[in-house]
Nanobody, 125 residues
């Protein structure tokens, strides 16, 4: 059973930065694409960023492009999300997820079969 554990969330002022981490259990981390999603109160979970299994390819939601950076360290079974120039609208619970199988859209939540418990990010104005 795969476990994903996020950390690094917190309260930050607008314009500030946070770095989220997600550590995966198991020996096959480097075999899977990973992503970050977020969910604000009373809103659906939405795609934030995606990284290929090697780390060579990354994709971002338009709302975070140029401010957020996704990366991974396969030796540490960890995926990161560096968030800069944070805005109040970035406030949400952030989840890391492991993509299952082949194909499908990287921004589609149904393509992911393992999820972390989430970490709260709150950006004050």
């Amino acid at each position: 059973q795969v476990q994903l554990v996020e950390s690094g969330g917190g309260l930050v002022q607008a314009g500030g930065s946070l770095r989220l981490s997600c550590v995966a259990s198991g020996r096959t981390f480097s075999s899977y694409h990973m992503a970050w999603f977020r969910q604000a109160p009373e809103k659906e979970r939405e795609f934030v960023a995606f990284i290929t299994l090697s780390g060579a390819g990354t994709y971002y939601a338009d709302s975070v492009k140029g401010r957020f950076t996704i990366s991974r360290d396969n030796a540490k079974n960890t995926v990161y999300l560096q968030m800069n120039s944070l805005k109040p609208e970035d406030t949400a619970v952030y989840y890391c997820a492991r993509k299952g199988g082949y194909g499908g859209n990287y921004y589609d939540t149904s393509m992911y079969n393992y999820w972390g418990q989430g970490t709260q990010v709150t950006v004050s104005s």
